[in-house]
């Protein structure tokens, strides 16, 4: 059973910067497309960010040139970096890793807060 688990979620004020990390336990990290996503209170599940098993990036447009996707497959871990990070960043940020192809996956993890408040 493969987990993903979250860490790096705190307060932080405007403009500050911090780094999400998402650890799989298991194999097949390298396999998995890996993601991004947040939640806000009241709000639906956005994705953010993914990166694919070949390291491409790709960004929703609200935080372009402000975070930074990337992924170590030796240590099977997915980051996130945020930068000039807004109060309206503010959410509960999950990892997903999932592939399309058999075998068929969708994993989460449970899930970091991120407040963004001076």
């Known amino acids: 059973q493969v987990q993903l688990v979250e860490s790096g979620g705190t307060l932080v004020q405007p403009g500050g910067s911090l780094r999400l990390s998402c650890a799989a336990s298991g194999s097949i990290f390298s396999i998995l497309t890996m993601a991004w996503y947040r939640q806000a209170p009241g709000q639906q599940r956005e994705l953010v960010a993914s990166?694919?098993?070949?390291?491409?990036?790709l960004y929703t447009d609200s935080v372009k040139d402000r975070f930074t996707i990337s992924r170590d497959n030796a240590e099977m871990t997915v980051y996130l970096q945020m930068n000039s990070l807004k109060p309206e960043d503010t959410a509960v940020y999950y990892c997903n890793g999932q592939r399309r192809l058999l075998p068929f996956l969708d994993l989460w993890g449970q899930g970091t807060l991120v407040t963004v408040s001076s």
């Open positions: 990166i694919s098993t070949g390291g491409i990036p």
